[in-house]
């Protein structure tokens, strides 16, 4: 069954330095997403992206995020300069269409630590 | 807003009982609910999915059921194993389902299934 692939699987950073989280999503999809789970709490969205440019971002999705799908294949999320805040898990996920008969299909994750 | 909430947030049963696990949400005009089991650290794997016009989804040992007007699904797990154990999150998608529209998810049900 295909997936959608995230790595690294875990990540400790520096506060202050950047990261670069990288997804590859299911190839025939075309609706891409951020989400992220704060230990404990809720699984909340990031950021959607559709034919190359940002769909709809939430509250959380400051000048600190960004987001590119460089090559066709990778979509990446870059936090600019880490708080200790960030310290999450991070899901990448993706859908077929909008019809969204098939629902969302998430990855595994990354764990970031921000220390 | 959308708000989906998940009680009790714990549940331990012996091996062998059937259980159901509840959720619901605030705004019954949904597109679809997505129920998602989640192993400790891990990413999120889909079980079942509902559309909004849909009563009910059976997998396996697992159903889930939909009832939009109360702003009410369940997912019924049969003759539940120590393997079931996880958390279990639903999340629904508003009901216009564009490019941008996101998930929200409740907190999750942590199940614990004794042998």
């Known amino acids: 069954e295909p997936e959608v692939t995230q790595t690294p699987s875990h990540q400790v950073t520096q506060m202050g330095q950047e990261v670069i989280l990288r997804c590859v999503p299911i190839?025939?999809?075309?609706?891409f997403y951020w989400y992220r789970q704060i230990l404990g709490q809720k699984v909340e969205f990031l950021v959607s992206?559709?034919?190359?440019?940002?769909?709809?971002k939430s509250e959380i999705f400051d000048d600190q995020f960004s987001v590119e799908r460089p090559d066709g294949s990778n979509f990446t999320l870059k936090i600019r300069s880490t708080k200790l805040e960030d310290s999450a898990m991070y899901f990448c996920?993706?859908?077929?269409?909008?019809?969204?008969?098939?629902?969302?299909?998430f990855g595994s994750g990354t764990r970031l630590t921000v220390v | 807003k959308q708000e989906v909430t998940q009680i009790p947030a714990a549940l331990s049963v012996p091996e062998g009982e059937n259980l159901v696990l509840n959720c619901s949400f605030t705004?019954?005009?949904?597109?679809?609910l997505q129920w998602f089991r989640q192993d400790p650290g891990k990413g999120l794997t889909s079980l079942l999915l509902?559309?909004?016009?849909?009563r009910e989804q059976t997998s396996g040992r697992l159903n889930a059921s939909l009832d939009k007007s109360s702003g009410r699904s369940t997912l019924y797990i049969a003759a539940s194993q120590p393997g079931d154990s996880a958390t279990y999150l639903c999340?629904?998608?508003?009901?216009?389902?564009?490019?941008?529209?996101?998930?929200?998810f409740g907190k999750g049900i942590t199940l614990s299934v004794r042998p």
């Open positions: 996920a993706s859908s077929e269409s909008v019809s969204l008969i098939y629902g969302y299909t």
């Open positions: 190839s025939n999809h075309l609706y």
């Open positions: 992206f559709y034919n190359n440019e940002i769909s709809e």
């Open positions: 705004d019954s005009a949904i597109y679809n």
């Open positions: 509902i559309q909004s016009s849909q």
């Open positions: 999340a629904v998608r508003p009901g216009w389902a564009g490019a941008n529209s996101k998930l929200t």
